[in-house]
Nanobody
Framework: QVQLVESGGGLVQAGGSLRLSCAAS????????MGWYRQAPGKQRELVAT???????NYADSVKGRFTISRDNAKNTVYLQMNNLKPEDTADYYC????????????WGKGTLVTVSS
């Protein structure tokens, strides 16, 4: 089992920046990849960015060049640096951990709200 706790959400004006953090605990050695997803009101949850255990990253086209995902293995924490935020980035942001436990499993945090005002 893996527990994920997000922090760093809040209200920011368009063009501003926020950094989200996700601290993982539990069976962290079974995690292959971690990522951030978001869900806006009335919309489906969508991928924002992922990072593997080897450091490979993947981004949604809508955030490329503005968001950066990174990880601190010593702190078991994944970060999402969000720059040049837009109102359409407003959503609940969820941390995800994927791995073999020993079968493939996904774990989710409770989410943190990001609101971007115009």
């Amino acid at each position: 089992q893996v527990q994920l706790v997000e922090s760093g959400g809040g209200l920011v004006q368009a063009g501003g920046s926020l950094r989200l953090s996700c601290a993982a605990s539990g069976s962290i050695f079974s995690i292959n990849a971690m990522g951030w997803y978001r869900q806006a009101p009335g919309k489906q949850r969508e991928l924002v960015a992922t990072i593997t255990s080897t450091g490979s990253t993947n981004y949604a086209d809508s955030v490329k060049g503005r968001f950066t995902i990174s990880r601190d293995n010593a702190k078991n924490t994944v970060y999402l640096q969000m720059n040049n935020l837009k109102p359409e980035d407003t959503a609940d942001y969820y941390c995800n951990a994927h791995g073999w436990f020993p079968t493939p499993m996904d774990f989710w945090g409770k989410g943190t709200l990001v609101t971007v005002s115009s």
